[in-house]
C-alpha cells in the first residue's frame, strides 16, 4: 500500500512584497466546492475561486488522456490554497534546513492526494494545471516513473490547458542541463532543491518528455529504457541501448526538437466551461487539522504534524479529519500498533472510508493466527472494506489470510482468488492462492500457479513456488501409493 513519494518543487515566482512574510496569521477559512473539487483556502474567494475554476478546466481538458490503473480508486484529492508564501512553508519540504519556497506543491504518499498553492503567485492558472497535471499521471500509475519524466509531463499537459509553456525561460536565461544529469535526478537530491537549477531543470525537462512521449517510436524506446533503469542498468547503458544513442547524441536531438517546435507553433490554449464555485465556511479547528494532515505527509514535519493533530484531538476527541490524519501520520511514522488502534478510531469517525476500515486490520497482525477474537476483528473490519468497495484487492487479500487461519481454506481460496482477479500481477497473491489450494488439495490449480511464478520478478516468490510444488509432487505421490495400496479403505 505504501507507495514511492513523488514531490513537485514548482518553483514560486512572485512579488518581493507577496512573497514576504504576514506576521498575524489569517484564521478565515472557507472551503470552495466545485462539481469535482473542494478548495479549502483561508485566501481571497477571489483567488481561491479561480484555483477551482482552472482545476475544473484543467479536467475538462486533460482527464480524457489518462487511464486510471483500475485496481483501485484514486485516492481522495486534497486541495489547499494558502493565501501567501509563508503560510505556505507549513506543508513545503526542506531545502538546506528551510523550507523551499514553492509556488505549487504535488504529493502522493498512499493516503490521498495532496496539491497545494500559492495564491500569491504570478503564474496561477499554470502551477494549478501543473499540479493537478501530476495528479493524474499518479492516479494512472506514474508515481513510478523518474522525477525527470513526471515533472516534464505535468508541464507539457499544463501547457497544453494554459497555452504558456517554457514559462521558467522569461527569466535569465537558464543553464542547460546535460540529458545524462537530467535523467539522473532524484527528489532527495540537492540539485533538485536548489532553487538556482529549477528553472533549467523544468525547462529541460518539458522538452525531453515532449521529445520521448508524445512521438509513438520514441515512446517506445523511453518504455524499453524505464524497463532497464527499473532492472538496474545505469542510465548511460540503457540510453545507449534504447535509443541507440549517446548521452552527447540525445541532447543534440532534443535541442534540434525545441528549435523546430519553436519555430513550428506556439503552445494552442485549451478552451473549457467556465465553473463558479460555492462558498462554504470551515471551522478553525477543521482548518487547523486539513492543514496538520498535509503537513504530515512531509518527512520534515510529521512528527510536528501529529503534535498539532494530537492536541486538535485533545480539544475534540471526534474530529474525523485529525483522527485519519493521526492514523496515517502514525503509520508513516512506523507506529503500526499505535497506527491500527487509531485506524479503527478513524474508521469509526469515517464510515464510509474503506482504506480506513482495510488498514485498522491490516497494520496489527501480530498473533492473529493464535487469537481467534482478534481474526474475528479483523473479519468484521475487512468485511466491511469490501462492503464499501468490492474491487479492494488488498482487503480480499487479508481477508483471505485470517480465512486460512481459521483452516478453513476453502474461504482462503475463493478471497484469494477474487484478490488474484482484482490485481492479476501481484505474484504474492498468487502464490498465496496456491498455497490456499494445495492446503485444500486442489493439486492442479496449486500446480499451475506455481509453474507460473516461476518466471516471477520476485526471488522470494520464486523459491516458494519451487517448494511449494516439491510438496505437491511428494503429497501427490504419497497420494498414488495409498490409493494403489490393496489394504486402502478395508480397515
Ligand atoms: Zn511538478
Excluded at 247 to 252: C, D, K, P, Q, T
Excluded at 367 to 387: C, E, F, N, V, Y
Aim: charged fraction near 25%.
Amino acid at each position: 500500500m505504501r507507495r514511492a513519494l513523488p514531490i513537485c518543487l514548482l518553483l514560486l515566482l512572485c512579488s518581493p512584497a507577496a512573497c514576504g512574510r504576514n506576521g498575524k496569521r489569517h484564521t478565515d477559512w472557507v472551503e470552495i466546492r466545485t462539481p469535482h473539487f473542494r478548495i479549502l483556502t483561508d485566501g481571497s474567494v477571489e483567488r481561491g475561486s479561480a484555483v477551482g475554476a482552472q482545476l475544473e478546466c484543467s479536467n475538462e481538458i486533460l482527464s480524457a488522456k489518462f487511464v486510471t490503473d483500475g485496481n483501485q480508486p484514486a485516492p481522495p484529492l486534497y486541495v489547499v490554497a494558502f493565501r501567501n508564501a509563508s503560510e505556505m512553508r507549513q506543508v513545503a519540504p526542506l531545502g538546506e534546513g528551510e523550507a523551499v519556497r514553492l509556488g505549487g506543491l504535488f504529493l502522493d504518499t498512499g493516503s490521498g492526494r495532496f496539491i497545494g498553492i500559492d495564491l500569491s503567485t504570478q503564474n496561477l492558472n499554470h502551477i494549478v494545471a501543473h499540479e493537478y497535471s501530476h495528479s493524474l499521471v499518479s492516479s494512472a500509475g506514474g508515481q513510478r516513473l523518474p522525477l525527470w519524466l513526471q515533472e516534464g509531463l505535468a508541464e507539457v499537459f499544463a501547457a497544453s490547458v494554459t497555452g504558456e509553456s517554457e514559462i521558467f525561460e522569461s527569466g535569465p536565461p537558464a543553464k542547460k542541463i546535460p540529458a545524462m544529469q537530467l535523467l539522473g535526478f532524484r527528489e532527495d537530491s540537492h540539485e533538485y532543491k536548489e532553487q538556482a537549477f529549477h528553472g533549467a531543470f523544468y525547462s529541460q525537462a518539458s522538452l525531453t518528455a515532449e521529445y520521448l512521449w508524445m512521438d509513438q517510436e520514441h515512446k517506445k524506446r523511453l518504455l524499453t529504457y524505464l524497463e532497464l533503469t527499473r532492472g538496474g542498468k545505469p542510465i548511460e547503458v540503457a540510453v545507449q541501448q534504447a535509443f541507440q544513442k549517446s548521452g552527447a547524441e540525445l541532447n543534440r536531438a532534443v535541442a534540434e526538437f525545441a528549435s523546430q517546435r519553436r519555430r513550428a507553433r506556439p503552445a494552442a490554449k485549451g478552451s473549457c466551461t467556465k465553473v463558479a464555485g460555492e462558498i462554504v465556511p470551515v471551522s478553525d479547528l477543521d482548518a487547523q487539522a486539513r492543514v496538520a494532515e498535509f503537513e504530515s505527509q512531509t518527512a520534515e514535519h510529521l512528527d510536528d504534524a501529529i503534535h498539532k493533530l494530537e492536541s486538535i484531538l485533545s480539544e475534540n476527541p471526534k474530529n474525523e479529519i485529525a483522527l485519519r490524519g493521526l492514523a496515517y501520520g502514525l503509520w508513516r511514522r512506523g507506529d503500526l500498533k499505535q497506527a491500527s488502534e487509531s485506524f479503527a478510531r478513524a474508521a469509526d469517525a469515517n464510515p464510509t472510508d474503506a482504506n480506513l476500515l482495510y488498514l485498522s486490520a491490516a497494520l496489527d497482525t501480530d498473533g492473529a493466527h493464535d487469537q481467534p477474537a482478534k481474526r474475528q476483528r479483523m473479519q468484521t473490519a475487512l468485511l466491511k472494506a469490501i462492503s464499501l468497495n468490492p474491487d479492494f484487492a488488498d482487503a480480499h487479500h487479508w481477508l483471505s489470510l485470517t480465512y486460512a487461519w481459521d483452516g478453513d481454506y476453502l474461504a482462503a481460496s475463493d478471497e484469494g482468488k477474487r484478490a488474484v482477479e482484482l490485481d492479476p500481477e501481484n505474484e504474492q497473491f498468487k502464490f498465496n492462492l496456491a498455497a490456499f489450494y494445495a492446503h485444500s488439495q486442489r493439486w492442479s490449480e496449486a500446480r499451475g500457479l506455481c509453474e507460473g511464478l516461476a518466471a516471477a520478478s520476485n526471488k522470494d516468490v520464486v523459491s516458494q513456488a519451487e517448494a511449494l510444488l516439491k510438496q505437491i509432487e511428494h503429497a501427490q505421490l504419497e497420494r498414488e501409493a495409498n490409493d494403489s495400496s490393496p489394504t486402502q479403505g478395508v480397515q
